[in-house]
């Protein structure tokens, strides 16, 4: 019978990221890909927007991030040093997300499948490095938080991710990074 497809989603509070770190608290993939949603959203809109760029529609950059990590309902996290250590276990993982996005899409009603499919296995290339994006911001602000908490073991984690936003070539991760992401590190009474 087909139609899990929703309540293996709701399992994704389940699933807990950095796995390998010391976490001052945790996060899950439930909450991490609403915050990549609602990131992925504002750099499709500051592209838009601000920067007056054409790019892609933004609702359809906050939905596909919905989906960015829900095979990981099936495989788990994979920490991301381990995942992208070598080009055959990258390539190995690749194939395996595949594999757990067939599946995934197995366990809807046929007559949906192919929306979603787009979602899943997101090839899209204007969407795609936009939700790439997102993900490292979303990293980043969970290194912010765990400094803050007083955590060290996140400081080379938040140089690496940083270097990596920093290389990539949007001008609307740029515009964010230097107009929004300071507001990160400040507390409450601050904000």
């Not at 760029?53 to 381990?82: F, N, S």
């Not at 499919?117 to 790439?132: F, G, R, S, T, Y």
Request: overall charge negative; proline content about 5%.
């Amino acid at each position: 019978m087909a139609n899990e497809f929703y309540a293996l989603m709701a399992r994704m509070r389940y699933i807990t990221r950095w796995g390998l770190m010391r976490n001052s608290f945790s996060e899950n993939i439930q909450e991490h890909s609403h915050q990549v949603a609602v990131l992925a959203h504002a750099l499709a809109l500051i592209r838009r927007d601000i920067l007056k760029l054409e790019g892609p529609d933004p609702d359809r950059c906050a939905v596909a991030a919905l989906y960015h990590d829900v095979t990981e309902t099936l495989t788990g996290d994979l920490p991301t040093p381990i995942k992208y250590h070598n080009p055959e276990i990258k390539k190995a993982y690749k194939q395996v997300e595949r594999i757990a996005s067939e599946r995934l899409l197995s366990m809807l009603p046929e007559a949906l499948r192919d929306s979603y499919q787009a979602l899943i296995m997101e090839e899209d290339k204007q969407v795609k490095p936009i939700i790439k994006a997102a993900d490292k911001l979303s990293a980043y602000i969970k290194c912010i938080e765990e400094q803050k908490a007083g955590n060290k073991d996140f400081d080379s984690a938040a140089e690496q991710t940083l270097a990596s936003i920093r290389s990539m070539d949007l001008p609307e991760l740029a515009w964010f990074v230097e107009n929004c992401l300071p507001a990160f590190s400040l507390n409450l009474d601050q904000l």
